[in-house]
């Protein structure tokens, strides 16, 4: 699992240029945050793919995956 891990991580990327530097999907100006704000404010993924549809359901889980990797770093401190 830590290879799937891997892989979705290259989903997100930082950009000093592009939103202040807020890990962001894929180079667009979506970022992290945003969709965890959106899913816990009650979005769905459907919901949000048809906003964005520039975005796609692996990008669901590069953002889980990206928060998870957030909290081991933090426990890890």
Do not use: N
């Amino acid at each position: 699992m830590p290879a799937v891990q891997g892989q979705l991580l290259k989903r997100i990327t930082v950009d000093p240029d592009v939103r202040f530097g807020k890990p962001c999907i894929r180079g667009h100006r979506i970022t992290v945050q945003e969709i965890l704000e959106w899913l816990s404010s009650g979005a769905s993924q459907k919901q949000i793919l048809s906003d964005y549809p520039q975005l796609e359901p692996d990008d669901f889980l590069a953002v889980y995956a990206y928060a998870a990797e957030l909290t081991r770093a933090a426990k890890a401190s």
